[in-house]
């Protein structure tokens, strides 16, 4: 199992990746916005600690809608299932912004500026998902006559959230510190879990908006 | 009267000083308090949020406006209750138990605030006894349930047949609202309304209560 830190600098947000996940495209924002967004990414260079780890493990997929991994079931259902086809093994993944960036959150709370508080949160969206694509970097490296599917997760497409739990008992119940409630809620709430395809053969295409079923989402592209 | 053009603008902008400087110019001037929300400051927000929803405006800006519209109702709040002026009406509002997300909840709250609702944030993983407790201590007009996972809304429905039987139900409305759910589930657990983000959260709000 690789579980490791991840050193800020390997994945240091620049404003615009900020302002790409708030939505702005091509709009500027208004110059208090910005500031806010400088001053809370120097904060972070000194103490975010983002972390990441996988369990490759073999496997294959059941039927249509299962993947078999060790001793688990894990029910992705269809669509996941068939993006994972011709996978010939598997990285069951966890990835966090980190507990230091939670404290950041729960400390920032504390004022009452909700503008602060959003942009904070964006950033640990942000955060957390360059961990995964770090974490996506890592396979890379590691397997490098490979390709690997996108990274997949309990919680979309009729894979149900429950499943965290098979994921959280591979990855050794305390993957990176994340804890998961019984309501297969994770903490840090800025944490991601799921499944890569890996093979010779496998398709790279990115998962994208024409599998999801989530339509009033505001990210959905028209 | 030209500072009543400046509060326009300056809401609009999300300018929180020089909002609560131009609304303290307007008390002077005694421009009527009920004019200068409805004429000026509401319209301002009205802007904004038709900006946001064409893609003009962000959620910052929308936060922006709101914090500035809520510093200068603050200034107005004294005049309203002693000209007897109605507030727009009390909400309470939070996380359902089970779930942390605030984010999306507390941008509700701001901008319900920032159109002059008096709301009350219960906060996160909240349970259908402390929910029932503040509709009842506050006498909320409005109650609006959050929550961000499939495992954490169908406490929702819990939540709803409590205030039934606490036999508060046709006192209050309720509101619900977070990333998986949607009209059909709202209107199968007897919510009395949904909407997708904040903006569209204050039109149901108003239009709830009108109803
Ligand atoms: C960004 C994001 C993440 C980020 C940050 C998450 C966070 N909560 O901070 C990261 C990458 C960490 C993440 C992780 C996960 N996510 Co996620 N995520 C999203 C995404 C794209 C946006 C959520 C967000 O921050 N929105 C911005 C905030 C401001 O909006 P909001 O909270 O929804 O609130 C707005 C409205 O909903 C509404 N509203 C909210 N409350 C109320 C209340 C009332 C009364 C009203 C009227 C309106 C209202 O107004 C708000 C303001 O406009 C959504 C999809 C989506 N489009 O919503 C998925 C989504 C929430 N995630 C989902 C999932 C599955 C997960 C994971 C379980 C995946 C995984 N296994 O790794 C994890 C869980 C994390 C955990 N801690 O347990 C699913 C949840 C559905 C489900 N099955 O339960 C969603 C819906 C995606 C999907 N397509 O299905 N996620």
């Known amino acids: 199992m690789d579980d490791n830190s991840i050193a800020y600098s390997e994945i240091e947000l620049s404003p615009e990746e900020v302002l790409n996940e708030i939505g702005y495209g091509e709009s500027h924002p208004d110059n208090e916005v910005m500031d806010v967004i400088l001053q809370l990414l120097a904060l972070l260079k000194r103490e975010v600690q983002p972390r990441y780890v996988y369990l490759i493990s073999d496997g294959r997929i059941e039927g249509t809608t299962a993947v078999h991994i060790q001793n688990h079931v894990l029910n992705t259902g269809p669509t996941i299932s068939r993006l994972l086809e011709k996978s010939t093994s598997f990285a069951v993944f966890a990835a966090t912004a980190g507990v230091e960036f939670e404290r950041i959150i729960q400390e920032y709370k504390k004022t009452e500026d909700i503008l602060v508080h959003y942009i904070l949160d964006v950033i640990g969206t942000t955060v957390v998902e360059k961990a995964g694509d770090y974490l996506e970097s890592k396979l890379e490296k590691n397997f490098p006559d490979m390709l690997h599917t996108h990274r997949f997760s309990p919680g979309y497409c009729n894979w149900h959230l429950t499943e965290q739990r098979k994921i959280f008992a591979l990855l050794g119940n305390r993957p990176c510190g994340i804890t998961l409630s019984d309501v297969c809620l994770m903490h840090p709430i800025k944490s991601i879990s799921g499944i890569i395809g890996i093979g010779k053969d496998v398709q790279t295409k990115k998962y994208a908006c024409q599998y999801c079923e989530l339509e009033t989402c505001y990210k959905r592209k028209k | ?211």
């Open chain 2, 1 to 211: 009267m030209e500072s009543i053009d400046k509060l326009y603008e300056a809401i609009l902008k999300g300018n929180l000083p020089l909002a609560v400087e131009m609304t303290k110019i307007a008390i002077e001037e005694k421009i009527d308090p009920k004019s200068i929300i409805d004429n000026y400051m509401s319209k301002a927000m009205d802007e904004i949020g038709s900006r946001f929803e064409n893609g003009k405006a962000f959620v910052p800006e929308l936060l922006m406006s709101a914090r500035a519209m809520k510093g200068a109702l603050e200034l107005l709040k004294p005049l309203l209750v002693d000209n007897n002026i109605p507030r727009a009406g009390t909400i309470v509002i939070g996380t359902v138990k089970g779930d942390l997300h605030d984010i999306g909840k507390n941008l509700v709250a701001s901008m319900l605030e920032g159109s002059g609702f008096e709301v009350i944030n219960l906060g996160v993983d909240i349970s259908s006894e402390k929910f029932i407790a503040s509709v009842v201590e506050h006498k909320a007009n409005i109650l609006c349930l959050s929550a961000l996972l499939t495992t954490t809304m169908n406490y929702m429905k819990e939540v709803i047949r409590a205030i039934e039987t606490a036999g508060v139900r046709d006192k209050v409305k309720i509101m619900i609202g977070g990333a998986p759910i949607n009209s059909a589930f709202a209107k199968e657990i007897g919510a009395d309304g949904y909407s997708s983000n904040a903006n569209a959260a204050v039109s149901l709000a108003k239009q709830l209560l009108a109803s």
